[in-house]
């Protein structure tokens, strides 16, 4: 059973060697194929090959490949599914548009009130009681955006600063990261 995310950030060689996910950088790291969920590829410099690409929708490996600025930009599902997933999916497309707004609202909710969580444990219990207030606000289906206006919120009193932004434009140091 797939349980492995494995994040690519800096250049290296992939490859496929007996059912192998094989990583060549100044090492070599060798993951079972059959352990991958998802596999993320950040750095343009990265090379692999039609085999990988391959064994990966054999084994039900979805493929991420990320832009310049490391943000996903495309991603290589197996053709072959479980059908499992396609019933889910024809469940979940066959909802009514009210109750997917209402499913909406609700991860928004927990969304905020998550984010209200952690700046109660940074000690930011007034703030935190400010995303509350937000969370009870959200409307069905967020149409008033609650969701953008929290998290603009959260990360200025939690990073400190009104000129606080997520956005960096020098991309993160070069690393691998092989989650487990």
């Not at 995310?5 to 094989?22: D, E």
Request: hydrophobic residues 35%.
């Amino acid at each position: 059973m797939a349980y492995r995310h494995i994040v690519i950030r800096n250049p290296a060689k992939l490859s496929v060697k007996n059912k192998q996910l094989v990583i060549k950088q100044n090492d070599s790291i060798q993951v079972p194929l059959e352990d991958i969920c998802t596999l993320t590829i950040e750095d343009p410099a990265i090379t692999l090959n039609g085999v990988l690409l391959s064994e990966c929708a054999k084994n039900h490996v979805e493929l991420i490949v990320c832009d310049q600025k490391r943000i996903p930009n495309a991603i290589l599902q197996p053709f072959h599914q479980h059908s499992r997933q396609r019933v889910v999916l024809d469940m979940q497309y066959s909802l009514s548009k009210p109750f997917k707004k209402r499913i909406w609202q609700k991860v928004v909710q927990s969304k905020i009130e998550n984010q209200a969580r952690c700046l109660e444990l940074a000690y930011l219990s007034v703030q935190a009681d400010t995303l509350y207030t937000m969370a009870k606000q959200v409307e069905s289906g967020d149409r008033t955006n609650k969701e953008a206006y929290a998290a603009k919120y959260y990360f200025i009193k939690l990073f400190g600063g009104e000129h606080f932004t997520r956005r960096r434009d020098d991309p993160p140091e070069y690393c691998f990261e092989l989650w487990i």
